[in-house]
């Protein structure tokens, strides 16, 4: 018997596709459980307070920046969604002085419409978000260069050069509700992966591209920036690809419980710890990375039990 169809999008591949058992054992777990999940090369926090929660996201800019010098440059890739770190990153930068003249920033994403990527004035820009709350944000004297900031554009060209000579310390990332991290999702079932979705070696060769976006995270985006308006929203964007994710020394995926529910954050430690690797979950692939981290905000890990509201 081949693989069941999604009961989300029945042209796509996603995490309905799965054995319905790694699915009810995932239902099952509790924040106890999840916490001894945790295995050498994959750690599970949690954080008992939202101050706390994106402090310690913050200080991951910090700590990678810190390591930054002229003979061994550094840097951190960083998402839009969450966003709370960011005014937070410049808040410490200007209190420490800490001068990010060799520090380096490459953004995970951004939409692409028309036959490129939207401008920075485009409301929905990733770029803009990340100059408005933190890099606009930093004293002018201690700001990173310009040339030192990578947003991918629709000619990935130099984006994809840029991870070569520099050290990337952390790749931040938050979770969608299709199991992604960046615009990683799944593909849709069609042509060569009609019948199964690639193999986890054939995702992770792939590169920063433009993707076609699956109908949950478009709608997944309208609710969380777009005020529910799914016209408004992209179907494609631009994302960091597996290649540069596995060039990162650590991935650091940072879940409040905002952006997916509690069955999709049990479900992903649960695949992650069991090594487990799909591509219709594509953020179970982060089994194979040597150095994965999974933040949690205690109280929005919910549970998997039915209320009605």
């Not at 060799?102 to 994403?109: I, L, T, V, Y």
Request: some cysteine; hydrophobic content about 35%.
């Amino acid at each position: 018997m081949g693989r069941k169809i999604s009961i989300l999008a029945p042209q796509w591949w996603d995490y309905t596709t799965l054995d319905d058992e790694i699915l009810n054992d995932a239902a099952k777990l509790t924040g106890q459980d999840m916490a001894g999940l945790s295995r050498e090369g994959f750690k599970v926090v949690f954080y008992d307070t939202l101050e706390d929660f994106y402090l310690a996201e913050a200080l991951e800019y910090i700590t990678a920046w810190k390591q930054a010098t002229a003979g061994n440059p550094a840097g951190i890739c960083g998402p839009i969604g969450p966003t709370e770190q960011l005014p937070l990153v410049a808040r410490i930068v200007n209190e420490l002085g800490l001068n990010l003249k060799d520090a380096h920033f490459w953004g995970m994403d951004e939409w692409y419409m028309d036959g490129k990527e939207v401008p920075p004035s485009h409301p929905l820009s990733f770029a803009k978000a990340d100059m408005e709350l933190c890099f606009n944000r930093i004293d002018n004297e201690l700001k990173m260069p310009e040339s030192n900031i990578h947003f991918p554009k629709s000619d990935t060209t130099q984006y994809t050069k840029s991870w070569e000579p520099v050290r990337c310390a952390v790749m931040q990332g938050g979770q969608g509700d299709i199991k992604h991290w960046a615009f990683n999702d799944p593909v849709k079932r069609e042509g060569k992966y009609k019948d199964e979705p690639p193999t986890p070696q054939e995702y992770c060769r792939l590169t920063t591209r433009v993707v076609d976006l699956h109908p949950v995270t478009v709608m997944q985006n309208a609710r969380t920036s777009g005020g529910g308006v799914v016209t408004s929203v992209p179907t494609k964007a631009i994302t960091v690809g597996p290649v540069e994710t596995w060039k990162a020394e650590k991935v650091s995926i940072w879940q409040a419980g905002t952006h997916d529910n509690p069955f999709g954050m049990r479900l992903t430690t649960l695949m992650i710890s069991k090594k487990i690797a799909d591509s219709s979950v594509p953020m179970s692939l982060l089994s194979g990375h040597p150095n994965v981290q999974f933040n949690f905000y205690r109280p929005g890990i919910g549970t998997c039990e039915a209320e009605m509201h």
